[in-house]
């Protein structure tokens, strides 16, 4: 990691940086990208993609002022609990405690919305055994989406795939395996067992891990 922040820091100068992901917590692998958030007057908002050490950077850049008004905490979301590297006037920690602050103040979707997204789940699972190419098109959204509504129906908050299936894998093991069957298999019978168990999913919210 040392090699890539000496990248960062010497073509972005960064007033702020903050390193997220599995960078941060140690989880990191060989596919692993370096995701990242730098505050830096050396660009515009825009993206670094670069492979710095082997390893793909996701590093999204923005001038500090982006952040010092109002702004959507679910911009910079990935950086509730990560590292910060650099913080020379105090921005990247202030970013980050105003992300935690948004993320104190969640509330879930109301069981109505859940309800909604749970029939439409349904509905989805029945025209996605067509045998077409609409068909396998809604079979993929339909797994797609439905990892998203399944935070919705526990209460918790979505950060994305990753930490998703992790909350999931360790919470609720026998949703994941599920969840992984229907993913594995083109077999209806494994889509179906994921949806009828997201549909007895309705008033089981829990604490957001």
Known sequence: MEKIVQYIVEKYDPEGLIVYGSFADGSQNEGSDFDALA????AGAGHDGSVVEGVVLDLFLYPPEHFAGDFAPQEAVQCFDGKILVDRRGEALRLQERVREYLASYRPKEPEQVAQD???CRKMAGRCVRGDAEGFYRWHWLLR?????YCDARGWYYFGPKK???AMERQDPASFALYCKALKEMDPAALNAWVERLCRLEGEAQECP
Do not use: Y
Request: glycine share 6%; net charge negative; aromatic share 6%.
């Open 39 to 42: 505050l830096t007057r050396k």
């Open 164 to 166: 998703a299936l992790g």
């Open 118 to 120: 749970l029939d439409w």
């Open 145 to 149: 989406d439905s990892l998203e509504i």
